[in-house]
């Protein structure tokens, strides 16, 4: 398979990665052993943040407040598609039941956890749609805790945007906290919080650090890395937008990789002329993210064909993936690896990441191999159950007893001997191993 790179990558979403392992190992030790002294401390030292920690329902008030009615109606909109898309993924979710040999059922429940702890990433910029994600889906999943962290401005506390979204959408604690520091309060149950039995969102690499380290005595919804975007575009499409698309991916931060696969040169070509004076349009932080992400991580691709750059894309397993290109179904039948899907012009990556009911926290760095994004099924413990008459019990307790010895596992074996003793106490049954 021929693939043609008119611009190549210096780095990957790995290069340079600064080990901060030790760091947040560390820092999270000490708030487990410090408590929220600990935590406090180092929100005051991170955070540059002395106000109130768990916010009450005052201070939600005040600031919900703040914000204008114009905004709170965008953000009731996003809430109400979010809301929408994540009640029918649940619907998708049901109980069941089989009777597997006469007088054996077994089952199946979908039982929601306890407590979510929602990260509300707030640093560079203010993440209000983070929080419509992850506290909406919680609440539809019907988590009875949904505890929402979030970095606070210097001095000023949460953007009060995203306390009138999580409150919205279902919060029900509001910590003023970011970072690891943040993490850990919501894992270990500080400040009067219920301990998290997972914790969701994006956040920098302090806090997906803190998740992979956590994980395992609390669930997490994945390990994220650098945001990512793939474009499949044809000759069909329109240069201007695919570069505008582009450019609006890589604003996320200077190791965001974007890339186009393409089977039009000329496309490609016209792209990359444009992505440059697109760039240097944007507000200084946004215009030095982008900059630095096409310059060092943006990739340009040239194929033969749809199947080629299908295969392509695939193999990149981007976390967002828009088709610009003829014969949209095809596509969609074809491709099988990707965290979220945009089909066509008419809907675009800013479209999911905001407002429009899918779900923007996804699987980057290839991990859409093997998994999807943030979903209310995140938050179900899929589980079973099973009962069953002494009939029933019988041919199950003898393959057990023969499966058990063969194996080695005496006490298994012991333990349907018994019933079939207690049950059928006038049969004979041959138990022995069968090898």
């Known amino acids: 398979m021929a693939r043609d790179y008119l611009k190549k990558a210096d780095k990957t979403a790995e290069t340079g990665a600064s080990d901060v392992r030790d760091t947040v190992q560390e820092i999270l030790a000490n708030i487990e052993a410090g408590g929220d002294a600990a935590a406090l401390e180092y929100a005051a030292k991170f955070d540059n943040y002395d106000g109130p920690v768990l916010l009450s329902e005052e201070d939600i008030a ?10 709170k109606d965008d953000i009731a909109f996003a809430y109400e598609n979010v809301r929408r898309f994540a009640e029918t993924q649940k619907s998708t979710m049901k109980d069941v039941e089989l009777e597997v040999r006469p007088g054996l059922i077994a089952g199946q429940k979908a039982i929601p956890v306890n407590t979510a702890g929602c990260y509300v990433p707030g640093g560079r910029y203010s993440h209000i749609a983070s929080a419509i994600m992850t506290v909406t889906t919680a609440s539809v999943a019907g988590c009875k805790n949904i505890t929402v962290c979030s970095p606070p401005r210097p001095n000023e ?14 919060a029900t604690r509001i910590l003023s906290m970011g970072g690891v520091q ?6 270990f149950g500080l400040f009067g919080l219920p301990k998290a039995d997972i914790l969701v969102g994006p956040g920098n690499q302090f806090v997906a650090e803190a998740k992979r380290i956590l994980f395992g005595r609390v669930g997490i919804d994945m390990i994220a890395g650098p945001t990512d975007s793939l474009i499949l575009a044809d000759e069909t499409a329109d240069p201007f937008i695919v570069a505008t698309d582009l450019v609006s991916q890589a604003e996320h931060g200077y190791n965001s990789p974007v890339w186009l696969v393409t089977d039009s040169r000329k496309l490609a070509h016209k792209v990359m002329d444009l992505v440059p004076g697109l760039i240097e349009d944007l507000p200084e932080l946004n215009r030095d993210n982008a900059f630095a992400a096409w310059r060092d991580y943006a990739e340009v691709i040239v194929c033969d064909d749809r199947e080629e750059m299908a295969a392509t894309s695939d193999d990149y397993a981007p976390e967002h993936l828009t088709v ?17 899907l945009f089909l066509g012009e008419e809907t675009t990556v800013s479209f999911g990441d905001k407002a429009s009911g899918t779900n923007h926290v996804l699987p980057t760095s290839g991990a859409a191999k093997y998994t999807g994004g943030l979903s209310v099924h995140k938050y179900m413990k899929i589980v079973t159950w099973q009962r069953s008459t002494r009939e029933g019990a019988k041919d199950v307790a003898i393959a057990t007893a023969r499966i058990s010895r063969l194996e080695g596992m005496e006490g298994h074996a012991r333990s349907a001997d018994v019933r079939l003793q207690k049950y059928f106490p006038e049969q004979n049954f041959d138990l022995s191993a069968q090898d």
Request: glycine share 8%.
């Open 62 to 71: 005040a600031a919900c407040a703040k914000v204008s009615q114009k905004l």
């Open 157 to 170: 506390g949460i953007a009060p945007a995203i306390i009138y979204a999580a409150q919205l959408c279902g």
């Open 182 to 187: 943040g993490v850990a309060a919501m894992t």
């Open 324 to 340: 610009q290109a003829a014969d949209i179904d095809w596509w969609l039948d074809r491709l099988t690896c990707y965290g979220s």
